[in-house]
């Protein structure tokens, strides 16, 4: 491959903006990948008429695949004093407004009833706490963004930095 001989534009950052003051990866709860396992154990039961090898082959074939689905679909959350990022979606600082936790019936109405059709959201099941970051950007349509988050306090306290 060709190297180029483009430079870099310089970044606009300070190195402080790169300091990360939150992260965290949503990875799936224990009864997921039991769930998983399970799944991937049915491949006994479709393949064992043909024979048991054939059986416990798919069945670790599709127990990798499933660990590999869920490993890969695990999004992050990162908060930096430039940036928040929340699975693929990333806007910038400035354009962050209140933060909020919410737990139990709060979170269940957050994610049901109260839940505003425009905001971005980033929803595990397996995650019952979730913040709402308002969006104060005014090109944007997104009122807010939706995150599931197992530390939401320490979220919203890197938010409110």
């Known amino acids: 491959m060709p190297e ?13 903006d790169a300091a990360v003051l939150f992260a965290e990866k949503l990875w799936p ?5 039991l769930v998983a396992a399970g799944l991937a154990g049915a491949g006994i039961l479709v393949f064992a008429p043909i024979s048991i090898a054939a059986g416990i082959t798919a069945a670790v074939v599709l127990f990798v695949i499933l660990v590999a689905l869920l490993i ?26 209140v933060a909020g936790a919410f737990r139990g019936a709060e979170a269940t109405a957050e994610r049901g009833p109260r839940l505003n059709g425009l ?5 595990r099941g397996w995650i019952d706490p979730v913040v709402r970051i308002e969006i104060t950007d005014p090109a944007d349509r997104t009122p807010y963004w939706l995150a599931s988050t197992r530390h939401p306090d320490e979220l919203v306290a890197a938010l409110s930095r």
């Open 72 to 97: 890969l679909s695990t999004p992050s959350i990162s908060v930096t004093a430039g940036t928040v990022q929340v699975g693929r979606a990333t806007i910038e600082r400035r354009f962050v407004g």
């Open 119 to 123: 905001a971005f959201m980033c929803i």
């Open 29 to 33: 709860s224990f009864w997921i990948w």
């Open 4 to 16: 180029s001989s483009a430079t870099t534009p310089a970044s606009n950052s300070t190195p402080d």
